[in-house]
């Protein structure tokens, strides 16, 4: 199984990014994480396999949007980014969609694309 997360870049605050994550096949859930050095990984969006159950952080709702195509791709459209959205994000895949917003309900993860939001 492979995950290729990418997408991520410089941005002004205020700015939008939209991150893709590429699976070598479906899964029950895909999720975006991300951290910031220091922290631990938090949970920031989910989909499940058929696109019409979603769940955002607190942080991020309202300014971030994920989907997915029928070709296994999952996008992360994040809109008013702010210098508090800088961190390393990963898309990662589970099999059940109970467990969503915890890292260790994944069992596969892409290598991280970094988002560096300027003020």
């Known amino acids: 199984v492979q995950l290729q997360a990418s997408g991520g870049g410089p941005v002004q605050a205020g700015g939008s990014l939209r991150l893709s994550c590429a699976a070598s096949?479906?899964?029950?859930?895909m999720g975006w994480f991300r951290q910031s050095p220091g922290k631990e990984r938090e949970f920031v969006a989910a989909i499940d396999r058929s696109g019409r159950s979603t769940e955002y952080a607190d942080s991020v709702k309202g300014r971030c949007t994920i989907s997915r195509d029928n070709y296994n791709m999952v996008y992360l459209q994040m809109d008013s980014l702010k210098p508090g959205d800088t961190a390393v994000y990963y898309c990662a895949a589970g099999i059940t969609w109970s467990g969503f917003a915890e890292v260790d309900h994944y069992n596969y993860w892409g290598q991280g694309t970094l988002v560096t939001v300027s003020s």
């Open positions: 096949r479906g899964f029950a859930v």
